[in-house]
């Protein structure tokens, strides 16, 4: 018999320090969230659409499915936490053909194809955001109706029962996890449920008390092969261990692991970020981990310093990321100006940056640094102290708005790659 081991760091002592982060939300490079993710994060999922919407969700140079959650805390001009997608395709689709040999289409294919008729677990799944709903009933409801599949999850934690049901959004690379501990029987038994040793969520203050019909965010998570290259990046770059480590995550296998990072003193206190790995069928040529080796090279080809291309993923504020804006109240927490000579002493180069500029006075964009991790993923830190004049000359500049993205990154692409 495995022991489980849990480390729970950090957590009482950082308490004490107000981190005054604020994790503003998700966002994902698709093609076509027009009549994709749009539909399904408004229709069934009952987001709002975000006010800042091109017309049509048609903007000069890409299309849109900005939504948000109802209820929760936002950041900047986004009043709630965001789920965003979008097609930021650039000046005549440069950006969009920045994705290294596949195309966006293809890679949503791939996901499909793993995934299908959700029948199994799958390490696909482990690219999630997780969202409490006080009810899953309603859900499970609406994506019957709208024949999506979706898979039943039931677990513990500290002694209370969790249902989580796990959707992926058609033609997207957009998987959900709604964790409830409400699942009528009627609602129960139309769904295929597998009871599971992991915990999915740790909810170290107890389920939340969520009013009917909203939905909450609790983490973002991505999978990725080595979780100790992982846990070096993040101490590396910004001084953070996690908050808790689950290892193993699953009994069954010996390989699972999660690292947590998350709650007070961590740089994303409300939202937590999680990274997991696990035993991958091994007869599948396109895994999760096949997809975080593409992500990884495809960032390396396009993204060889910080005024290079910015590919299609985890690009323009708006794709493949998770956006956090940083702690600027704790002494001694990371700047902007830090992580940059981190990343420089470290050599890792696959990172945008943005100095923050006004177009008017109150009206200006923000700068931030978009990281991609050894992941795949990408992390957006931002934060209203900016850089320094004398870090990163030449960086391109974000003057606010969305310029319709017809942004000029790639305009000198070089050949895919695999
Ligand atoms: C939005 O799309 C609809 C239907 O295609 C069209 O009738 C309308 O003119 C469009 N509006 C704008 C502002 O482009
Ligand atoms: C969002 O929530 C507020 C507060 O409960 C409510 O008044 C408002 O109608 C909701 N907005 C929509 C569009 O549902
Ligand atoms: C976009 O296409 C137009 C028309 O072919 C061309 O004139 C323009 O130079 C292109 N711009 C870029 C950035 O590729
Ligand atoms: C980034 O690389 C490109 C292509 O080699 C080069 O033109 C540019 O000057 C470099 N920028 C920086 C800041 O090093
Ligand atoms: C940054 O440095 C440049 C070059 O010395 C100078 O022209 C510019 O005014 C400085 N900007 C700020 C905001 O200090
Ligand atoms: C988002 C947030 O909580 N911002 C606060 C961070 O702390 C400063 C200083 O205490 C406040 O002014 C901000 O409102």
Redesign the pocket.
């Known amino acids: 018999m495995l022991m489980r081991i849990v480390l729970v760091l950090a957590l009482a002592t950082a308490a004490a320090q107000p981190s005054n982060s604020t994790y503003y939300g998700m966002y994902k490079a698709t093609s076509d969230p027009i009549h994709t993710t749009y539909p399904f994060l408004t229709e069934l999922l ?1 987001n ?1 659409p975000t006010d800042n919407n091109c017309p049509n969700l048609t903007c000069a140079c890409g299309t849109q499915g900005r939504t948000e959650l ?2 929760t805390h936002g950041f900047g001009s986004e009043d709630h936490f965001g789920v965003h997608t979008v097609e930021a395709a650039g000046v005549n689709g440069s950006r969009l053909r920045a994705s290294g040999a596949y195309s966006l289409e293809e890679i949503e294919a791939i996901w499909g194809a793993a995934l299908g008729e959700m029948d199994a677990y799958d390490t696909f799944l482990d690219n999630h955001l997780a969202l409490w709903a006080p009810d899953l009933a309603p859900y499970v409801e609406r994506f019957q109706a709208a024949a999506v599949p979706a898979l039943g999850l039931r677990w513990a934690f500290r002694g209370e029962r969790y249902a989580s049901l796990l959707v992926h959004v058609p033609k997207s690379q957009v998987v959900l996890e709604l964790i409830s501990q409400t699942a009528p029987p009627g609602v129960r038994q139309r769904v295929r449920w597998v009871a599971v040793d992991e915990v999915r969520h740790r909810f170290e203050d107890g389920p939340p008390a969520v ?1 009917a019909g ?1 939905l909450e965010p609790l983490h973002v998570s991505r999978f990725a092969a080595d979780l100790d290259v992982i846990e070096v990046f993040y101490d590396r770059v910004l001084g953070e261990k996690p908050s808790a480590v689950d290892f193993p995550l699953d009994e069954a296998d010996p390989t699972s692991k999660r690292l947590v990072y998350g709650g007070p003193g961590s740089f994303t206190p409300d939202v937590a970020l999680v990274f997991v790995t696990r035993a991958e069928p091994s007869n599948r040529a396109r895994s999760a981990s096949w997809f975080q080796r593409y992500a990884v090279a495809v960032g390396e080809h396009y993204m060889r310093n910080y005024t290079d291309c910015w590919p299609v993923w985890g690009d323009d504020r708006r794709d493949n990321h998770v956006a956090v804006q940083m702690n600027r109240v704790t002494p001694g927490a990371p700047t902007l100006d830090d992580v940059v000579a981190n990343l420089d002493a470290m050599g890792w180069h696959l990172h945008h940056p943005f100095k923050g500029a006004c177009k008017a006075p109150g009206d200006c964009g923000p700068s931030d640094i978009y990281l991609m991790d050894p992941s795949g993923w990408t992390t957006q830190l931002v934060s209203p102290v900016g850089f320094k004049n004398t870090t990163l000359p030449g960086a391109d500049v974000d003057s606010g708005g969305l310029s319709g993205y017809c942004f000029e990154f790639c305009e000198h692409l070089r050949a895919p790659c695999e």
């Open positions: 009952g709002l109802n209820g009013a909203r």
